[in-house]
Every structure is written in C-alpha cells, then in structure tokens.
C-alpha cells in the first residue's frame, strides 16, 4: 500500500525478552519518526531520523531502547530486556521534509506491545 | 517545557449534536496547532491545522481557531454523525527552533456519537 506500515500489529512478550519493531515508511519521506502512545496517553516523541541518521533521539526512555534506518528507508525499534512498562502502542510516521514545510506527517496503524 | 491540555473523556452525544473538545497549550516558542483524529482500527490522520494566531483550521465540517490571547485551539463541530467517533488528539509543533519536527500531544478525548 501507499501509507505507513508496521510491523507486526501485536506482539506479546514476556518480560526480559528482546522485541524488534519494523516501520515501512511512505516511498520517498526522508523524515522518519517514532512514537510511543501508552494507555490514556497522548503519543510521546521517541527518535527522529532524518535519512539514515538519528538526528533525535532524545524521546528514548534509557538504553534498552535502541533505533537503526540503515538504508534511509525502513526503520526497526529495537528493545532489549522488555520491562511490563514498556507496553504500549509504539507509532511510525514519515514525512517528505522535517519540520513544517515538510508538510504533514503520515502514522502508521501503530505496534500494540504487551509484556507479560 | 511544552504541554497540551484537553478535555477530559469520554464525551457522548446523539447524532447532529454541536460538537465542543477544549485545548489549550503552552510553548517555550511560536507553535502550530493540529488536531488529529484515530478512527478505530486506523493510524493517526491529520484533521486540521493552524500555524499562526487567528488562523482558522478546518475539514470534514470541523473547525478549530487559533487563539494567542488565551492559549487556546478548541474543536468544534455543528452537527456531528456516528461516523465522526473516534479519538481526538491536540497537538502543537514549534515554529522554528532546533525541535520543529517534534509534535507534543494532549491525552486524546473519546467522542462517541450514537444514532
């Protein structure tokens, strides 16, 4: 399809485990954003990448969380040694630019994860 | 820092009933206002925008005005239908600056709308 994809839409882990998320962006968005969106919550700003570079990641909890676009495009959220705090809805957008000009950000249906 | 307040949910109304969900903001600089809006089973969807004060956003009969003197960027709609329920989040993004990529978020607020 034409939008945001991610990937899987659930995962259910159990604590301690290692998880990977994957966000297909829209063809051609340089600007690449992750977010978190826990339980009656509004979405919190994680990492943003502009091409293959971290350009932000100050939204990261702590070190278990890590983010990776290798090739400008696909981008994976990896977290390691899963806390039952780390459930939550984890969102991908993309954008053609950063910033305003770039115009409108576009999310992806999110990643519901549970850690048991 | 930068923070959006909004109405408290759930909010329920019947069919073709006015449509009010309060925000206000505040912001260390100059920011745009948004409202998005999450259908059930869908990513998040830009609903409007508002980029300097005075400014009216709107789309799909919603409409929000951009209010400097009391930090304000309100939803409101006239007549709403079933297919409008969903979660509304406001949000703000600064203008300029080092983070003018980042958008802060409100809670959301659940707005069901019965037949």
């Known amino acids: 399809g034409a939008g945001v994809s991610q990937t899987p839409s659930n995962k259910v882990t159990e604590k301690g485990k290692y998880v990977e998320l994957r966000c297909d962006p829209i063809s051609g968005h340089t600007a690449l954003y992750w977010y978190r969106q826990s339980l009656g919550q509004g979405p919190e700003f994680l990492i943003y990448?502009?091409?293959?570079?971290?350009?932000?990641d100050s939204g990261l909890p702590n070190d278990r969380f890590f983010a990776v676009r290798p090739e400008g495009s696909v981008s994976t959220l990896k977290i390691q040694r899963t806390e039952r705090g780390d459930s939550a809805v984890y969102l991908c957008?993309?954008?053609?630019?950063?910033?305003?000009?770039?115009?409108?950000?576009?999310f992806g249906e999110g990643s519901r994860l549970t850690v048991l | 820092g930068n923070s959006v307040t909004q109405m408290e949910g759930p909010v329920t109304l019947s069919e073709e009933a006015f449509l009010t969900i309060n925000c206000t903001y505040t912001?260390?600089?100059?920011?745009?206002l948004f409202w998005y809006v999450q259908y059930p089973g869908e990513g998040l969807q830009l609903l409007l925008k508002?980029?300097?004060?005075?400014d009216k956003g709107s789309n799909k009969g919603f409409e929000a005005t951009y209010r400097k003197e009391t930090t304000s960027f309100h939803l409101e709609k006239g007549s709403v239908q079933v297919s409008d329920s969903a979660v509304y989040f406001c949000a703000l993004r600064l203008n300029s600056g080092g983070s003018n990529y980042k958008l802060t978020f409100g809670k959301g607020t659940l707005l069901t709308v019965n037949p």
């Open positions: 990448f502009q091409g293959t570079g971290a350009a932000d």
């Open positions: 912001a260390t600089g100059y920011p745009s």
């Open positions: 508002a980029t300097k004060a005075d």
């Open positions: 957008a993309s954008s053609y630019i950063p910033g305003l000009a770039g115009g409108e950000l576009f």
